[in-house]
């Protein structure tokens, strides 16, 4: 029912900057907990950053300070602003999208390629 598509990954250099995007598809999607998660390989994934409905957001202490999820409800758009980027930050990053409901799904996009290498 919700389809998820994450943009704006790429190359860039320790200390560079990156902003991922997590356009979605649906009717509702001001009403969903969003959340950004990544996945290295060989390791397992990993919650980044969360932003509920009403715009509260939490993270991940390895991203505290230098990435900020927001999100636009009218565009039906989550984005991460990725600031002062490590080596370490290297992953896939994946957008995930679950109504705060008992037994409710979650939905997942396909992911985006971040790569921080100098």
């Known amino acids: 029912q919700v389809q998820l598509v994450e943009s704006g990954g790429g190359l860039v250099q320790p200390g560079g900057s990156l902003r991922l995007s997590c356009a979605a598809s649906g009717n509702i999607f001001s009403l969903y907990v969003m959340a950004w998660y990544r996945q290295a390989p060989g390791k397992q994934r990993e919650l980044v950053a969360t932003?509920?409905?009403?715009?509260?957001?939490n993270y991940a202490d390895a991203v505290q300070g230098r990435f900020t999820i927001s999100r636009d409800n009218a565009r039906k758009t989550m984005y991460m602003q990725m600031n002062s980027l490590k080596p370490d930050d290297t992953a896939v990053y994946y957008c995930k999208a679950r109504r705060p409901i008992i037994s409710g799904p979650d939905y997942w996009g396909q992911g985006t390629q971040v790569t921080v290498s100098s």
């Open positions: 932003i509920t409905p009403g715009g509260s957001t």
